[in-house]
């Protein structure tokens, strides 16, 4: 059985860092790689990073720069770095398996039922809010 646990949220000042961390279990190898997507307020999901089965690396344009994804295959865990983060990072950041593909340099949704977060797998979510 595949299982994700996100950890490593918080509550942080705007220009601060956290590190958010996802053990995964059941699997050890993926052809679509694993990603990170974020719940906006309002239920909007909006796909943040992703990191492809060869270890190539996407991001969104709204955290280019600023967030970096990685991977310890060893111990099956992926990793967001969130750097200079802004008041718009408040979300609710997920790591998700099978929900998202990448071609070329894009990443997108596999279809509505993935954007509800009833298609692929998903982990329980780990808060970040980013306040003064």
């Known amino acids: 059985e595949v299982q994700l646990v996100e950890s490593g949220g918080g509550l942080v000042q705007p220009g601060g860092s956290l590190r958010l961390s996802c053990a995964a279990s059941g699997f050890t190898r993926t052809t679509t790689g694993m990603s990170w997507v974020r719940e906006l307020p309002g239920n909007k999901l909006e796909w943040v990073s992703t990191?492809?089965?060869?270890?190539?690396?996407y991001y969104a344009e709204s955290v280019k720069g600023r967030f970096t994804i990685s991977k310890d295959s060893a111990r099956n865990t992926l990793y967001l770095q969130l750097s200079s983060l802004k008041t718009e990072d408040t979300a609710m950041y997920y790591c998700?398996?099978?929900?998202?593909?990448?071609?070329?340099?894009?990443?997108?949704?596999?279809?509505?039922?993935?954007?509800?977060?009833?298609?692929?797998?998903w982990g329980q979510g780990t808060q970040v809010t980013v306040s003064s």
């Open positions: 990191f492809g089965s060869s270890g190539d690396t």
């Open positions: 998700t398996l099978g929900a998202v593909s990448c071609r070329g340099d894009s990443c997108y949704f596999r279809g509505p039922e993935a954007e509800e977060k009833t298609f692929g797998y």
